[in-house]
């Protein structure tokens, strides 16, 4: 059974950003990537300094070619961790593609599987989502500015988000499928400005080749729009762990102080699946080092903040 200073579960930027410094740190460290991304459909990447624009799958080769340069960093792509308990001394990992084919220990284990989305239940939306429907304003909001557009949604939270998206065009829509997410009080203040509800389900989204042209509703109203968001319903996948249950907030992120530790001695968690904010690569990345640091600190026992 092989043995690892940190198994890091997840390939995207957090956990490929740790394993750099972790690995810089001589830490032997074995990545386990599934090589399923949430940002696959997705064609640019943007706000990562020197970066932007640059394609996410792009993004991940270039780190996982610069990890090659150091031989205690290990990386499997298009595996899983099965997998993981805790033997009262170190972690106990099952990995393969499908069903376990091998275990490895670790003293150590990052949690950097990202967020599950779940889209709303829109026809032929997965034909237009990542080209011209974004999930993520910060990311994507400046390429759409001044355009009319929509926002495609079923959360409590859509007001807010369409709030939020006006920065870039007040020429919005809110979509609400059917679902009966925007109270009345607030649909009257996104009319003051200027911000549309259509409460009917969506039948159509019309376009050609990923660029969205108009939604239409199930009484048949068609509104012309020039792109837009979406707003996904997210989950942690935590389904491989065996008797092992940190902490989750009322979102389902994990729970951790400010340097990344979960509530689990020796698991530590970064990225999307612990910090709710701006899903953005380089905030990702950045909590990734943040939390490489620690555990370094950590192994050693030298204080690090709280």
């Known amino acids: 059974m092989t043995e690892y200073d940190v198994l890091v579960v997840g390939g995207g930027p957090a956990g490929l950003s740790a394993a750099l410094n972790l690995g810089r740190a001589l830490m032997r460290v074995l990545v386990i990537d599934a090589d399923r991304p949430r940002n696959a459909a997705t064609l640019n990447s943007h706000g990562f300094l020197t970066r932007d624009g640059i394609p996410p799958h792009e993004l991940r080769r270039l780190a996982r070619e610069e990890l090659a340069a150091y031989p205690n960093v290990e990386v499997r792509s298009r595996v899983r961790v099965t997998r993981l308990s805790h033997d009262g001394e170190e972690f106990v990992a099952g990995i393969g593609r499908r069903e376990e084919t091998e275990t490895v220990r670790a003293r150590t284990v990052l949690l950097a599987t990202g967020l599950r989305e779940t889209l709303p239940e829109v026809p032929n939306l997965r034909g237009f989502y990542g080209m011209s429907l974004f999930s993520c304003a910060a990311c994507d909001a400046w390429d759409l500015q001044g355009r009319p557009l929509a926002l495609i949604g079923e959360s409590e939270d859509l007001a807010d988000r369409a709030r939020l998206i006006a920065r870039w065009s007040p020429r919005l829509t809110v979509f609400t499928n059917g679902a009966d997410v925007v109270s009345t009080t607030e649909e009257a203040e996104l009319a003051s400005a200027g911000i549309g509800v259509a409460r009917h ?37 935590l389904s ?28 530590y968690a970064a990225g999307d699946a612990a910090a709710p904010g701006p899903q953005q690569l380089i ?20 204080a690090t903040a709280p």
Do not use: K, M, N, Y
């Open 283 to 302: 905030v990702a990345a950045g909590a990734g080092a943040r939390v490489a640091a620690v555990i370094v600190h950590d192994a050693i026992g030298v």
């Open 201 to 237: 389900p969506i039948v159509e989204l019309v376009g050609e080749r990923g660029r969205l042209e108009a939604v239409v509703l199930a009484d048949g109203t068609r509104t012309a729009v020039d792109g837009g968001f979406v707003r996904p319903e997210w989950e942690t996948e």
């Open 240 to 267: 491989f762990l065996d008797g092992i249950s940190p902490a989750l907030d009322d979102s389902g992120h994990l729970v951790t102080d400010r340097s990344g530790r979960t509530d689990v001695a020796g698991l």
